[in-house]
C-alpha cells in the first residue's frame, strides 16, 4: 500500500517537473519573442564576433572540443568592450555595422580569439612537461624507497610469496 | 711400601684434591691396594700431616656402586676399611675419574690368591680372630643396608695374630664383578660377574662361609677347578658338600658352616643369627639342600640329567635341542612322571603358552627357552641369547654395554619381551619382594620401546642406574654424576678446540630427564634439523634454567658454543637492523656468560611478533609503491594522454580564467569611459 502511494507520489513529481520544464521552454520563448527586436543588435554582434569561434568548432577534431571551448571564452571576453559600446550608444544596427567596419575591432575579437588558440597549443604541452617532470622526480624517489625498503627487510619484502614460518620461527 | 714412608715429606701442592677434604698423589701408587675397580694410589686429608689414606681411582671405565656410597661411610667398624671420601679427581691425564678414599689398611692382604695355602689355625684363634669381627661387621652391613659383595681372602687385610682383619673396599666396581664363583651363591655365580647385580645380606654371609671355610681347612678345595667346574660341582654336591666334602670339622663349626653355606637364601644364617650363634645360642643346621632328584634320567644333548637345575643350564647353551624336548613334550613328561614335580611343569606350559599368546615371532625359540629354563630353575638368573643375568644385574650390564660400545640388543629384548617380569612371576615365596622389580621393568619396557629423544635404551640406563654419571661422549672425559656438574663440564669442554658440534645428545638427555626431572618435550626441539631456530632456543632454554637452578653465574664458552644455533634463531627477525643490533647484543650477552639473558635476546615473542606485523606492512607498502611506479612509467611513456587528459582541460580553465579578467577589465573600461564624461 504504501509502496503504491510512493509510487504514484513519484510519478506526479515526474509529471511536475516535465510540466515545470515545459513551461520553462515556453517562458523563454514568450521572452525571447517579445524581446527579440529589443537584443537583435546585440544578438547579430554577438554571432558575428563569434565566427572564429566557429571556425575553431569546424577545425577542432577533439571530441571533448577543449580547444572550441577555450577560443570560445577567449573571443567571448573579447568581444564583451564592443557589446558594452553598443549598450551605452544604444542598441541600433547602425552602431553594430559602425563596430563591425572597424578593422581595429576585429583585430581585438579576432586577437582575442588568437589567444585561445594559442593557449590550447602552449599550455597542455607545458602542464604535461610540468607534470612529467614531477612524475620523474617521483619515480626517482619511490625507487629510491624500495631499495630502502629492501635494504631494511631483505630482498623478499618485494614478493608475494608466503612467509616461511618453518625458517623465521 | 717404600711410598708410605715418602708420603709425609711430600710437597703439599703435588696432591690432586678430591672429594670434600682430601688429595691424592698419582706418582705414589700402591700396587699391592689396586682394587677392582682401578688402581689404587696414596692419599691424605687436607690439612692431616699423616698419611693415613689410601685412594682407589676408578678408572678402569667399570660403574662405581654410587648408590651405597652414603650407607658405606656411615660404617665405622675396626673390621671394615672405612670409606673417608669420595668424589671426582681430576688426573694428570685430562680426564676426570671419580675416586674413593679409604683408611690405610693395617696389614697386607691375607692372601693373595684364594689358591694360597696357609698353616691350619686352632678353632679357637679362628673363632676369636676372624669369626667374631667378621661377624660384628655383617651385623653392622645389616644395620646400613650395605651389601659388601667382596668378602673372600684376597680382599681381607689380616695378618694371624696381628689384630682384627679388615674388610677391604668393595665400591669401585659393579657388585659382585671381582668376586670369584666360589663365593658367590649359586644363582649369582650362574650371572656373568657383570651381571650379578645387587644382592642380599644372606649373599655376604655366604661369601663369609666360603671364606670362613677355606681358612678353616687351610686350602682351597676347589682349587683346581675353573668358574664352571665351580659352579657344575656346587649344583651337584650343594656348596656345603662341595667345600667340606668328607673333612671332619668340630661341631661348632659344622654347625656355622653349614648355616652360613645353604643354598637356599631364604634358609642361610644372616648376621642376626650369627650374633645368636656367638652368644651361644645353638641353632639347628640346615640341610644340604642338594636339588630334587628325577627317579630315571633325561637325555640331553648327549648326557643324562637327573635334576632340573644342570638340566636348564644345558638347555640355554643348546637351544635347537631344548626346542625339541620342550615342543615334543618330552621335557613335560620327565618333569611330571620322572621328576614329579608338577609345579615346574605347570610353570613350563605357561611359559609355552604365554608366548604363543603374545603372537612374538622375533627370537621365538630363543624367547621359549628362555622362559623354559626360568620355570625349571626360577631362582636362576635369565639366560637370553648368551647373555645370563640376574634381574638386578640387567642394570650393570647395559650400562657396561653402552660404555664399551657392545651390542645391547638382547638387553633391550629381555626388557621389552617381559623376560623379567615372567621371572618375577616365577618366583615362589620371593614374589611379593619381587613385585617392584617387575613393576619397574614394565616401566622400562614402555620407555625402551620410545623412540623420542631422551627415551630409549639410554633411558633405561639411568633409570636403572641411579648413581652411574653420564656417559655421553661429550662429557664422559669429565665424570658427570649430577645435574649440577653437567654445565661446568660443558664448559671446560666448550673452550676446548675440539668440541663437538652439538652440546648434547640421547644421553645427555636421557640423564637429564632422570636426574633433573627435565620435560621430555624439550628435548624433542633438539632434534630438529641444524637450519631450525627450535633447535638454539630449546638448547638456551635447557641450559639457562639449569644455570638458574644450579649455577655457575657466567658460562661463556657454553655460549659461545651456541652461538651458531643461535644465529639461526635471530634469522627470524625479518628487519635487517634488528637482526644485526640483536646479533650485536647476542655476541655481548655471550661474552659474559648468562644464558638467561642471552635467551631474553633470543626468544623474545613480543619482539618476534611485532617484527612479522611490521614485515607484512613494508610488504604492502612496497606493493603499492610498485603499483604506483607502473603508473608513473605509463604516464612518461605516453605523453600525448596527459596533454589530452590533463593539458587540453588546464588550457580550457586558463582560458577561461583569463576571459573572465578580460570581461572585467571591459566592465572597468566602460564604467571609467562614464565616469570620465
Known amino acids: 500500500m504504501a509502496d503504491k502511494e510512493t509510487k504514484s507520489d513519484a510519478a506526479a513529481d515526474g509529471g511536475k517537473k516535465k510540466r515545470n520544464k515545459g513551461g520553462g521552454v515556453i517562458l523563454f520563448m514568450i521572452m525571447f519573442g517579445l524581446s527579440f527586436w529589443f537584443i537583435f543588435p546585440t544578438l547579430v554582434l554577438f554571432l558575428v564576433g563569434l565566427s572564429p569561434t566557429f571556425i575553431a568548432f569546424l577545425i577542432d577534431n577533439d571530441r571533448q572540443k577543449f580547444a572550441t571551448v577555450a577560443v570560445a571564452s577567449m573571443n567571448a571576453a573579447g568581444i564583451t568592450p564592443f557589446m558594452i559600446d553598443l549598450w551605452t550608444k544604444g542598441q541600433t544596427m547602425e552602431t553594430v555595422f559602425q563596430i563591425l567596419r572597424e578593422p581595429l575591432n576585429w583585430l581585438v575579437i579576432a586577437g582575442a580569439a588568437g589567444i585561445g588558440q594559442l593557449i590550447v597549443f602552449a599550455v597542455p604541452q607545458a602542464v604535461a612537461s610540468l607534470k612529467l617532470a614531477h612524475a620523474e622526480s617521483r619515480l626517482k624517489i619511490l625507487k629510491a624507497n624500495l631499495e630502502s625498503l629492501k635494504d631494511i627487510w631483505g630482498p623478499d619484502v618485494g614478493t608475494t610469496k608466503p612467509i616461511d614460518r618453518g625458517g623465521k620461527q | ?677
Not at chain 2, 692382604?109 to 689355625?121: A, D, G, S, V, Y
Not at chain 2, 604363543?356 to 627370537?363: M, P, R, V
Not at chain 2, 639473558?597 to 607484512?616: A, G, K, P, T
Request: glycine share 8%; proline share 6%.
Open chain 2, 1 to 677: 711400601m717404600a711410598a708410605q714412608d715418602v708420603v709425609p715429606t711430600l710437597a703439599f701442592g703435588t696432591g690432586l684434591p678430591f672429594g670434600t677434604r682430601t688429595e691424592m698423589f698419582p706418582v705414589l701408587p700402591f700396587p699391592d691396594l689396586q682394587a677392582p675397580g682401578g688402581a689404587a694410589f696414596a692419599a691424605q686429608s687436607k690439612g692431616d700431616t699423616s698419611p693415613g689414606l689410601v685412594a682407589v681411582l676408578c678408572n678402569k671405565g667399570l660403574p662405581p656402586r654410587a648408590d651405597s656410597l652414603t650407607a658405606m661411610r656411615n660404617i665405622d667398624h675396626p673390621s671394615v676399611l672405612r670409606l673417608m671420601d669420595n668424589g671426582v679427581v681430576d688426573w694428570p691425564d685430562g680426564v676426570r675419574y671419580f675416586a674413593l678414599a679409604y683408611q690405610r689398611p693395617l696389614s697386607p692382604r691375607f692372601k693373595q690368591t684364594i689358591n694360597e695355602p696357609h698353616q691350619l689355625l686352632s678353632e679357637d684363634i679362628i673363632n676369636h680372630s676372624f669369626v667374631t669381627p667378621m661377624i660384628g661387621a655383617l651385623l653392622e652391613f645389616l644395620r646400613t643396608g650395605v651389601v659388601h659383595h667382596g668378602i673372600r681372602p684376597t680382599n681381607i687385610f689380616w695378618r694371624i695374630g696381628a689384630g682384627a682383619p679388615q674388610l677391604g673396599e668393595c665400591l669401585s666396581a659393579p657388585p659382585g664383578l671381582g668376586q670369584p664363583a666360589l663365593f658367590e651363591t649359586l644363582e649369582r655365580a650362574m650371572s656373568t660377574p657383570m651381571g650379578r647385580g645387587t644382592g642380599v645380606h644372606a649373599d655376604d654371609c655366604y661369601a663369609f662361609g666360603v671364606t670362613l671355610a677355606l681358612l678353616v681347612l687351610g686350602h682351597n678345595p676347589m682349587k683346581d677347578m675353573d668358574e664352571r667346574g665351580v659352579i657344575q660341582t656346587k649344583i651337584e654336591r650343594g656348596t656345603f658338600g662341595a667345600l667340606i666334602g668328607n673333612t671332619r670339622l668340630s661341631p661348632t663349626q659344622s654347625e656355622l658352616l653349614r648355616g652360613l653355606l645353604v643354598d637356599d637364601a631364604r634358609q642361610r644364617w644372616t648376621a642376626a643369627e650369627l650374633e645368636q650363634w656367638l652368644g651361644g645360642r645353638r641353632l639347628t643346621p640346615k640341610n644340604t639342600d642338594v636339588g630334587r632328584r628325577a627317579s630315571r634320567s633325561i637325555e640331553f644333548a648327549g648326557k643324562e640329567y637327573t635334576q632340573a637345575r644342570p638340566l636348564a643350564t644345558a638347555m640355554a647353551g643348546e637351544i635347537t635341542q631344548a626346542m625339541r624336548i620342550i615342543e615334543n613334550g618330552i621335557l613335560d613328561k620327565w618333569l611330571r612322571r620322572a621328576l614329579g614335580d608338577e609345579i615346574s611343569a605347570e610353570n613350563l606350559v605357561d611359559a609355552v603358552a604365554s608366548l604363543k599368546e603374545s603372537g612374538k615371532t622375533a627370537h621365538y625359540d630363543d624367547q621359549l627357552v628362555a622362559r623354559a629354563c626360568i620355570a625349571l630353575d626360577p631362582s636362576a638368573p635369565i639366560r637370553y641369547r648368551g647373555i645370563s643375568v640376574a634381574p638386578g644385574g640387567i642394570a650393570t650390564l647395559i650400562a657396561e654395554a653402552l660404555m664399551t660400545g657392545s651390542d645391547v640388543q638382547a638387553l633391550g629384548e629381555i626388557i621389552s619381551t617381559q623376560l623379567v617380569t615372567f621371572w618375577v612371576n616365577m618366583q615362589k615365596d620371593l614374589k611379593t619382594d619381587m613385585v617392584p622389580l617387575g613393576q619397574q621393568f614394565e616401566r622400562m619396557k614402555a620407555l625402551i620401546e620410545k623412540t623420542s629423544f631422551g627415551s630409549g635404551i639410554e633411558r633405561v640406563l639411568y633409570e636403572l642406574n641411579p648413581g652411574l654419571q653420564c656417559i655421553s661422549p661429550i662429557v664422559r672425559t669429565q665424570y658427570v654424576i649430577t645435574p649440577k656438574a653437567m654445565l661446568p663440564a660443558l664448559e671446560r669442554i666448550a673452550a676446548t678446540p675440539n668440541r663437538p658440534p652439538e652440546p648434547m645428545d640421547r644421553h645427555m638427555a636421557a640423564f637429564l630427564i632422570v636426574r633433573d626431572r627435565r620435560s621430555e618435550v624439550l628435548f624433542d626441539a633438539m632434534t630438529a634439523s641444524e637450519a631450525s631456530p627450535r633447535k638454539g632456543v630449546a638448547f638456551l632454554t635447557l641450559f639457562s634454567e639449569m644455570q638458574y637452578k644450579h649455577g655457575p653465574d657466567s658460562l661463556p664458552y657454553l655460549a659461545q658454543w651456541l652461538l651458531p644455533f643461535l644465529e639461526v634463531s635471530l634469522r627470524r627477525y625479518f628487519s635487517k637492523a634488528l637482526r644485526e643490533k640483536l646479533q650485536k647484543q647476542v655476541r655481548d650477552t655471550a661474552s659474559r656468560g648468562d644464558l638467561g639473558v642471552l635467551l631474553r635476546c633470543v626468544d623474545d615473542f613480543q619482539m618476534v611478533e611485532r617484527d612479522q606485523q611490521e614485515y607484512l606492512a613494508a610488504r604492502l607498502l612496497y606493493l603499492n609503491i610498485l603499483k604506483e611506479i607502473t603508473g608513473i612509467e605509463g604516464s612518461l611513456a605516453n605523453r600525448g594522454n596527459v596533454v589530452q587528459n590533463e593539458g587540453k582541460p588546464a588550457a580550457v580553465s586558463f582560458s577561461g580564467y583569463l576571459a573572465i579578467i578580460m570581461v572585467f577589465a571591459a566592465i572597468l573600461r566602460a564604467v571609467w569611459q562614464n565616469l570620465q564624461g
